[in-house]
């Protein structure tokens, strides 16, 4: 993975990379990330084709930005990392 994450690693080394996890037992690390994205202009030009009848005072305040989070599971093996899920979403 991009993020330097990757399978046989230990529990330090995945905290090293993310930081203190949001839940943690000795088989098990999770992550809850929550943050605020601020629209591109591509992705603003699109959306406003499916909402022509919305004023531009409106338009702003429902797409200017994003909602995400982020969700990241670990989990280890005699001490080696052995899975990991991630999942992201976004809502308007």
């Given amino acids: 993975m991009a993020s330097g ?10 905290k090293t990379i993310l930081g203190d ?16 994205k601020k629209t591109g202009v591509k992705t603003l030009a699109e959306l ?24 990241v599971e670990a989990r280890f093996a005699s001490g080696k990392l052995n899975y990991l899920a991630v999942s992201k979403s976004e809502t308007y």
Avoid at 5 to 14: K, T, Y
Avoid at 28 to 33: C, E, G, I
């Fill in 5 to 14: 994450l990757r399978l046989g690693m230990g529990p330090e080394q995945v």
């Fill in 21 to 36: 996890p949001s839940n943690a037992t000795p088989k098990k690390l999770v992550y809850y990330f929550g943050y605020k």
């Fill in 48 to 71: 406003r084709k499916n909402y022509p009848d919305m004023s531009d005072a409106e338009f702003g305040k429902n797409f200017e930005y994003a909602d995400g989070e982020a969700y």
